[in-house]
Structure formats: structure tokens, C-alpha cells
């Protein structure tokens, strides 16, 4: 029997492994916008330098808006059996970008835009030879 | 500039069909729209077709496969992606084609197949250093209507747009569908009912999220000058316009999963640049439309293009809706046709559902649907990417 693995959604994507893992994104220290997930060049079309560095993100950040899956996504993800809603998360980040990703340790009914949360690492999915699929998620903050 | 006219329109009946082929789909339609124009097939100069997503390399040069049914004549083909937009991308270029002066009668057309439920991912061929935006979202579990329900989520917080408010966008356009003998739906949907299907990306339930269809349009636009040789109502293109995003666009775009919003760039940008665009190309504004053609993928959509074209404060949308003044004989008929809430979305041909209908509509052929006096109206079509077009259209 083959041990179970675990394989990240993407690399270059967070700092992995860590106890306080951060997303990796762009910088341009020439007009000081950021880009997630990193990118080789700055974006920004009035930019003309475009000196870019490497950085890590902020954990922590405010709930702009949410969703709840009830339906489940189509492949590669493989849904749970049986299906569990997946609570989707766009926060906001000191940085002034705004991330999606999926959210955990908290009920639907519990979600509230404004609230704090905090950037976890986890199973996104199974995928079919019962390897963890890995990836960022946010999850909420105790007051 | 040469004045264009669209002189014959076609648009298949809305369905699913795995028992006909999507090139005998379009050519029912291209047949519909020449007999309508008066033309035959061998008079057409050029064409421009969608380039399909979901019919593998066949479908990818749909131009090309169609005109080979339809007999070939070695005319110029081109095959255009927008996604799904790209039927207002398709209608462009035919535009600029005869406005150019290159030629004087164009084919712009559009068919598709859909996949069931949620579009899905497609292979990426390509070697890369990291996955692209696209492939990791589908490994987050992001289907395309979740970016949709963020969008709304947040509206709703902001604004104070209900449950009920996202269920009347339906009945609007239920009640419109139902009059539609080219829609694939034909029932008038209550709010109850609505309200009562299942939740699929929370806020947005299944009644209020498209369905993915069969479908096709096809449209024979003619120089303006030459237009009268064959209709008594040519109907004009006042204007044809195309748009992408605007850097800082605050949008949680298909596909997005980091998002950079700057001040003062609005929510869909493309969509706002479009309809500008379309209007100063027109030279009117929203009070000169008397109805409008815009892409209800979903029960937000509406809302948000309300305000993103121009006919109603930010966060007022709903209100309209409230006072049915979106209905037929309001103020401002909102998706006469039934809207893709009626049809489903077929991507490369969605947005003819829009053009075909402003036509019958400015023809006076609309039946039970018609708009009464309607003399001028506008179609927006949005596709992911931020894709974006508008077509103004008048008598």
C-alpha cells in the first residue's frame, strides 16, 4: 500500500512547510502594488520601473464578502462523500488586496462580513489515489 | 465610415439537442437569417463565428466547419473568442468589416453545445513554472457562479438587497420567457418558487443561476446604403462596442483570486467601459434606451448591469424591480427576450439572443413580447476574463 502524501495545489504559492504559513506574493517597490499569486512582472499599466521583490503577505485580514457551495464543484476537485458545504472567503488584507479561498473551522450560519480571519494551511481535496491536495484557506480568529 | 444595418437575423430554438449536430444547429439558423434577409449563402462576403470552448479542435474553428456544410466559397473566415461575451465580439468585427468599407455583406454567427451543470475545467497543455489562476480555482472548488454570489453577497450587505429582491429578478424574466417561442424555458417562475429551489452558491439558488443550453444565432448585417435593396426596415447599428478590464478593477473576476481595487475604478469595469463606449459611439445616453438586452447569467447580474450601464443610482437596482418598472410595459422593459435566465447560457451564442431580439423588437414582430414604440435599444453581454461588449440598435 502506497502512504498517503501530501501535494500542493501549486508551488511558489505559500511558505510550506511552516507553523505560520504565509502567501507569497509580488511587490513593486517602484509604485508599491502588490500581486497574488507572484508574479515576474508589475501589472500596473502607469508603471514604468517595474521593480519587483519577492514578499510574504499578512496573515490576518477582514471578511469582504463569502459564499457558501452546496453544489458540489466539478473536477479536478473531488467532493467529500457525502457532500459537505464548502464556505468560500474573499478578505481583505492590510496590503489592499483582497483573497479567495476556502474557509473552515466555522458554520454558515456563523459568517459575518467584517469578521477576522487568519490564514491556515490544508486539504483542499482527496484527489483519486488518496493524496491530500493542499492549499491556502482562512480560518476564523478567536476574539 | 460606412452606416451598417443588420438586414436578417436568426436564432434557433433553445434546448438541448445530442441527437443534431451542432454544424446542422447552425446551419438552420444561418438558413433562418439569409431567408429573413433575402440573400442567399453564395452573396455572403465574409464571415465571422464564434470559436467554441467545448467542441475540441472542431470546435475551435467553427467558422470553418460550419461554412463547409453550408458550402464552401472561399470567403473570408474568422473565428472569434470572447468567451462568454464573444457573440458581441463576433458582431463587432462584422461591424468594422462592413464600416471599413471592405465589404458589403457580412454573416456574424454563433453556436455551442454545453456541458451539464457547473462549465468545467479544461485541460491545459502547456508546460508551466506554476499553475495559472484558472487551474488553481478549480482546485479551490470555484465554479463560476461563486464568483458571482461574492459579488452579491457583498451588494447585499451594502445595500440591503434581499432574498426576495434576487427572486424577482427571475419572475421578470420568467414572465418575459414565457412569451418567447425560441426560449427553452417557458413558465412563469413565483418568487415562492424561487425562493424554494435549492441554494447553490449561497445567495444565489438554482432558479437563479442560468442553465447551460444548446443554441445558436445567426445575423446578416449589410452596408446601410445597400441595405434597402432588400428590406423595407433595415434596423441600424448606432453602435458596436467592445471592452476588457480596467487595471484596479475592484470586480472578484471569473477567474480571481487575488484582487488589487484602486479608487475610483468601477465594479466590472469592462462592462462600464463598454457601455460608455457604446453610447458615445451612439451619441445617446441611458434615457434615449427604451429597452434593455443585458446578461443575466445570474440573479446579480441584472442588478449590478442596471447600475453599470447607467439606468439607476449605485444600490438602487432592486427598487426598480420592486416598482416593476423592469417588466414589459415599465418603464424600462429589462430583458424582453426572457434573458438567459429563459434560454441558458451557449456561450458563443448567448449575446444573438440579445441582438435578435432587439431586431424583432424595432421591426414591431416581437408579438405578445412587444415593446411598444420602442425605437431605440441596448445589449450587453459579459464574459469571463472580462470580456465585455454593447450593441446599440435602432429603428
Not at chain 1, 21 to 49: M, Q, R, V, W
Not at chain 2, 27 to 52: F, M
Not at chain 2, 58 to 80: D, H, L, R
Not at chain 2, 296 to 319: I, R, V
Request: hydrophobic share 40%.
Amino acid at each position: 500500500m502506497t502512504e498517503k502524501r501530501q501535494i500542493l495545489v501549486g508551488e511558489g504559492l505559500f511558505t510550506w512547510p511552516s507553523d505560520k504559513p504565509k502567501l507569497i506574493a509580488t511587490h513593486c517597490k517602484s509604485c508599491g502594488d502588490y500581486f497574488f499569486p507572484k508574479s515576474f512582472t508589475c501589472h500596473n499599466p502607469k508603471c514604468k520601473e517595474k521593480q519587483v521583490e519577492e514578499v510574504t503577505l499578512s496573515q490576518r485580514g477582514k471578511l469582504w464578502s463569502y459564499s457558501v457551495l452546496y453544489y458540489p464543484p466539478p473536477p479536478p476537485f473531488v467532493p467529500r462523500d457525502p457532500f459537505e458545504p464548502i464556505p468560500i472567503a474573499e478578505v481583505e488584507i492590510p496590503e489592499g488586496l483582497k483573497i479567495i479561498g476556502m474557509m473552515e473551522g466555522i458554520k454558515p450560519k456563523d459568517i459575518k462580513i467584517g469578521m477576522t480571519l487568519e490564514l491556515t494551511v490544508g486539504t483542499l481535496y482527496t484527489d483519486k489515489n488518496g493524496n491530500d491536495v493542499i492549499g491556502w484557506k482562512f480560518t476564523p480568529v478567536k476574539a | 465610415m460606412t452606416r451598417v444595418a443588420i438586414i436578417g437575423v436568426g436564432l434557433h430554438p433553445w434546448g438541448k439537442f445530442p441527437e443534431k449536430p451542432w454544424t446542422q444547429i447552425m446551419v438552420d439558423t444561418a438558413r433562418e437569417a439569409l431567408a429573413d434577409a433575402g440573400v442567399e449563402w453564395t452573396d455572403i462576403q465574409t464571415l465571422i463565428a464564434g470559436s467554441q470552448i467545448w467542441g475540441g479542435r472542431k470546435g475551435t474553428y467553427a467558422g470553418n466547419y460550419f461554412a463547409e456544410v453550408m458550402g464552401e466559397t472561399g470567403i473570408p473566415i474568422i473565428n472569434v473568442n470572447n468567451a462568454c461575451a464573444t457573440a458581441g465580439a463576433v458582431m463587432r468585427v462584422a461591424y468594422m468589416t462592413i464600416a471599413s468599407g471592405v465589404a458589403d455583406l457580412v454573416m456574424a454567427a454563433g453556436v455551442d453545445k454545453s456541458p451539464k451543470g457547473f462549465f468545467p475545467s479544461l485541460p491545459v497543455y502547456h508546460q508551466e513554472p506554476m499553475p495559472s489562476v484558472d487551474t488553481l480555482r478549480w482546485n479551490i472548488g470555484l465554479p463560476n457562479p461563486v464568483f458571482w454570489a461574492l459579488e452579491c453577497r457583498r451588494r447585499m450587505e451594502l445595500y440591503g438587497v434581499t432574498d426576495a429582491d434576487l427572486a424577482k429578478t427571475k419572475v421578470v424574466m420568467s414572465k418575459h420567457g414565457v412569451l418567447n417561442p425560441k426560449a427553452r424555458y417557458r413558465k412563469i417562475f413565483t418568487e415562492e418558487e424561487v425562493l424554494n429551489s435549492a441554494m447553490v452558491a449561497d445567495p444565489l439558488r438554482l432558479y437563479e443561476i442560468c442553465a447551460t443550453s444548446d443554441g445558436a444565432g445567426a445575423v446578416v448585417l449589410c452596408n446601410l446604403q445597400k441595405a434597402k435593396k432588400y428590406t423595407t426596415k433595415p434596423i441600424i447599428v448606432a453602435a458596436s462596442s467592445v471592452a476588457s478590464g480596467v487595471y484596479g478593477d475592484p470586480t472578484a473576476r471569473i477567474p480571481s483570486l487575488g484582487i488589487n481595487p484602486k479608487p475610483g475604478v468601477p465594479i466590472i469595469s469592462e462592462s462600464y467601459v463598454a457601455a460608455k463606449a457604446a453610447y458615445d459611439q451612439a451619441g445617446i445616453g441611458p434615457e434615449d434606451i427604451d429597452f434593455v438586452e443585458l446578461p443575466d447569467n445570474s440573479a446579480w447580474h441584472p442588478l449590478q448591469y442596471l447600475e453599470t450601464m447607467g439606468f439607476c443610482k449605485e444600490g438602487e437596482s432592486h427598487l426598480l424591480f420592486r416598482k416593476e418598472e423592469t417588466l414589459i410595459g415599465g418603464k424600462l422593459p429589462v430583458c424582453p427576450s426572457g434573458g438567459f435566465s429563459s434560454f441558458g447560457e451557449a456561450t458563443m451564442a448567448q449575446g444573438f439572443v440579445q441582438v435578435y431580439e432587439i431586431v424583432k423588437q424595432l421591426r414591431e414582430e416581437a408579438g405578445a413580447r412587444q415593446v411598444k414604440g420602442a425605437k431605440v435599444g441596448i445589449a450587453e453581454v459579459y464574459g469571463a476574463a472580462a470580456n465585455n461588449s454593447a450593441l446599440i440598435l435602432k429603428k
